[in-house]
């Protein structure tokens, strides 16, 4: 069973960039798919980004090219760079694996799930 620990999160402001690092352990995670959610209090998790076993990236239109997914195989690990962050993209960020290295958007195709970290965007 794969472990994934999510770090990088913190207080920041309009325009600012984070990196998320998204880190697994107990086995490799370089051929599932991974995937970036958020979630915002009373909302329904929310897809983000994606990469698949080929390491295709997948991104929702409002973050395209200010989001950048990529695999680190040798670190076992995902990032995601945020750039140019929004006050709205305040939520909880989660990273998700997928044995079997298929993208999907929906939160339900994804067997493990780290804790999460928190971004917040001031104004």
């Known amino acids: 069973q794969v472990q994934l620990v999510e770090s990088g999160g913190g207080l920041v402001q309009a325009g600012d960039s984070l990196r998320l690092s998204c880190a697994a352990s107990?086995?490799?995670?370089?051929?599932?798919?991974v995937a970036w959610f958020r979630q915002t209090l009373g909302k329904e998790r929310e897809f983000v980004s994606a990469?698949?076993?080929?390491?295709?990236?997948y991104y929702v239109d409002p973050i395209k090219g200010r989001f950048t997914i990529s695999r680190d195989a040798a670190k076992n690990a995902v990032s995601l760079q945020i750039n140019s962050l929004k006050p709205e993209e305040t939520a909880v960020y989660y990273c998700?694996?997928?044995?079997?290295?298929?993208?999907?958007?929906?939160?339900?195709?994804?067997?493990?799930w780290g804790q999460g970290t928190q971004v917040t965007v001031a104004s």
């Open positions: 998700a694996s997928r044995v079997g290295g298929y993208y999907s958007g929906d939160p339900k195709n994804y067997e493990s």
């Open positions: 990469l698949d076993w080929s390491n295709r990236t």
């Open positions: 107990g086995r490799t995670i370089s051929g599932d798919a």
